[in-house]
């Protein structure tokens, strides 16, 4: 924990929040929230926060330690039973902010001697100010795409029914309907409300064992949020998908590479079809691709089909890093750059999925890789998104990598990128190509 920088009080900063072992969430007055960047710890502000995010999820951490700012006596603290009841263990809370919104700092806390791995999700600073609680997180994204209240039951499950007719025998169709009812997808929702970006789930293999894969762990403690994809539809069933989309939604997306699959690079074989068949048809639509780019020979091929945009996940441009995370088996990440280099060269509109953990990626180390990839890769957009992850085992996993200084804050990494590069666009969600 590192020493307190701020001996003045604030009548700004936020009020801190507990849970108790029930998960009953309350204020503990005399107390500051606060956030956590690397060590780095700061009293949240009013001024550094948003108004907690509609459809954003309180949760408390078990096993583990609030890291609080004593008012009074002008000290971080890690204070496990409440002050005011000192029989009642306490617990930290933290906020899994809706899409969108960029996490600035983490929920500070300490692991206990018996905290297992927290699940996959990411976890943002929170406290309470006035009337509400606030979040500490920035938009990145206006766009509404994923917003719940866009989204209502009746509305998804007409629409399911719909495409039950529609399409009857398309098993690409029927999967989309678990991941929209039985886990909630956003993407799977907007297929069957015929707007946005519809997903094209289709790799069951993938060539990565990413720390925070969302559809196949083997880490001991952590499950999956969602199950693989069961089998590999065939380009038919996929460009009947897309092509129902296209023909429906307002500046249509359709996209392979979705949180349920393996990387669909591993499946050109039948995703190069499918492009195929989808532009025999129209011309009309962004045909995407989400992917690790480890396979960069592929690229030419699926460019050649008519793929439009590529997305490829990067969690560091220093190689122990993203070694460190990504785990890659079979490929290097001179390969990933070669994927982004090839796509940009044949006209691609290329964009990074920069997975975000604060005190890591704002670091100085990481902030020179990324201004010096971007002086050579010109890419045209970051997709800056929340890493669904430990933060605390995230920061050990990437000490791969040498030393890092103390960080600048997201905040001025967005500023920073942002004033060196002007042109580069920022966001959460892919975007159409009427908007490029």
Excluded at 201 to 214: K, M, V
Aim: hydrophobic share 35%.
């Amino acid at each position: 924990m590192k020493p307190d920088q701020h001996s003045d009080i604030d009548p700004n900063w936020l009020v801190a929040v507990v849970a108790n072992q029930k998960g009953e969430i309350f204020e503990l007055a005399g107390y500051s929230a606060v956030g956590m960047s690397g060590k780095q710890l700061t009293p949240l502000h009013k001024d550094h926060t948003l108004s907690l995010p509609y459809g954003s999820e309180l949760m408390f951490l078990p096993h583990r330690t609030p890291l609080l700012y004593d008012i009074q006596n002008r000290k971080f603290v890690s204070l496990d039973h409440n002050p005011y009841q000192v029989s009642e263990k306490i617990f930290p809370v933290a906020a899994f902010n809706s899409p969108g919104y960029l996490i600035t700092q983490n929920s500070a806390y300490e692991d206990n001697s018996d905290a297992a791995p927290l699940p996959l999700f990411s976890y943002g600073a929170v406290g309470w100010f006035q009337d509400g609680f606030r979040s500490a997180v920035m938009q990145v994204d206006p766009e509404r795409r994923q917003d719940l209240r866009l989204m209502p039951p009746e509305k998804v499950e007409a629409g399911i029914k719909k495409m039950r007719k529609l399409l009857p025998g398309n098993r690409l169709r029927k999967h989309l309907e678990g991941c929209a009812m039985r886990y909630g997808c956003p993407a799977g929702k907007n297929f069957f409300l015929g707007r946005y970006e519809a997903p094209l789930p289709t790799a069951r293999r993938c060539n990565a064992d990413c720390l925070g894969c969302l559809s196949l762990q083997k880490q001991d403690g952590i499950s999956c949020s969602q199950e693989r994809i069961a089998f590999t539809p065939t380009p038919e069933e996929i460009a009947d998908i897309a092509l129902v989309h296209i023909q429906t939604a307002e500046n249509a997306i359709v996209s392979f590479g979705q949180g349920c699959e393996g990387d669909p690079l591993l499946a050109a074989d039948v995703i190069i079809p499918a492009i195929q068949l989808i532009r025999k048809k129209t011309s009309k639509g962004t045909i995407n691709i989400n992917t690790n780019g480890s396979l960069p020979k592929v690229m030419k091929p699926l460019i050649a089909a008519g793929l439009d945009s590529v997305r490829i996940s990067i969690n560091s441009f220093r190689e122990p890093c993203y070694q460190a995370y990504f785990r890659p088996k079979g490929y290097d990440f001179k390969d990933v750059i070669e994927t982004i280099r090839i796509s940009l060269v044949n006209g691609l509109y290329v964009s990074i999925n920069y997975l975000n953990m604060p005190g890591v990626v704002d670091s100085p180390e990481e902030v020179e890789s990324l201004v010096k990839f971007l002086n050579q890769y010109p890419i045209q957009r970051i997709q800056w998104r929340n890493l669904n992850y430990d933060p605390i085992r995230y920061r050990f996993a990437m000490q791969a990598a040498p030393s890092r200084g103390e960080p600048m804050g997201i905040r001025n990494l967005l500023r920073h990128i942002h004033k060196k590069f002007p042109d580069l666009s920022y966001g959460y969600f892919n975007p159409p190509k009427e908007l490029w």
